[in-house]
């Protein structure tokens, strides 16, 4: 049985670890709304919505899909330079499918299912011109994660030059996106860049608190 809530009768109590997440009350969903910033990601069993912005960071939209049971990650691979490539060991790859896997594991601790997930893919946008593709190499790890690991993606909307605000209801599945004009929004530029700035400092998953 779905978890739910009858809304405006107080916020639903969030999962122990995510306490932190800001969280509040929405008037044109009429709804309540957890915001994710760069190197978070939110899990819930409740009716209710989580949001975040992306330039070239990923986030991946995770549910199982009988039970409602879901969440919204928001991740960029450690990445400098051309010479990328995913392969195992590399700091880029730990750290992806520590950003992938921990979300995962919250889900099916919360009685998810592996084989009901269902997965949809938002962000990667080429948004600075640069030598380094690194929207380029986020999407390309999701996407090879998700194939490896046998789940099942529904939709994506990836790359291009824009920003996105991305809007999820893990309980329903539905997600809305919004492709911004300015990296203004939402001070998304500047976010990003503090972002990999630690990722630069301390790459590699486990040595670095960013969830």
């Not at 789940?151 to 030059?161: A, I, P, R, W, Y």
Request: proline share 3%.
């Amino acid at each position: 049985m779905k978890f739910k809530f009858q809304r405006r009768e107080g916020m639903p109590e969030a999962l122990p670890g995510f306490e932190h997440i800001k969280r509040y009350w929405d008037e044109g969903r009429q709804a309540f709304m957890a915001k994710i910033l760069p190197g978070q990601f939110y899990v819930s069993v409740h009716d209710e919505y989580i949001t975040t912005v992306l330039g070239s960071c990923v986030s991946a939209c995770i549910r199982d899909r009988k039970f409602g049971i879901g969440g919204m990650n928001h991740f960029m691979l450690p990445v400098s330079g051309e010479n990328f490539k995913l392969g195992a060991g590399t700091d880029a790859e730990r750290y992806g499918n520590y950003a992938m896997e921990n979300m995962i594991n919250v889900i099916l601790s919360h009685g998810g299912q592996r084989r009901n997930l269902e997965v949809k893919v938002f962000g990667g946008g080429r948004i600075i011109a640069s030598a380094t593709d690194i929207g380029r190499k986020n999407i390309e790890f999701v996407l090879q994660y998700i194939q490896l690991e046998g789940l099942e993606l529904l939709s994506q909307d990836v790359g291009d030059t824009c920003p996105r605000k991305v809007v999820y209801n893990p309980y329903t599945g539905k997600a809305f996106v919004k492709r911004l004009r300015s990296l203004k929004s939402d001070g998304i530029y500047e976010s990003e860049r503090r972002y990999q700035e630690e990722l630069k400092k301390k790459p590699v998953a486990g040595d670095v608190e960013l969830f």
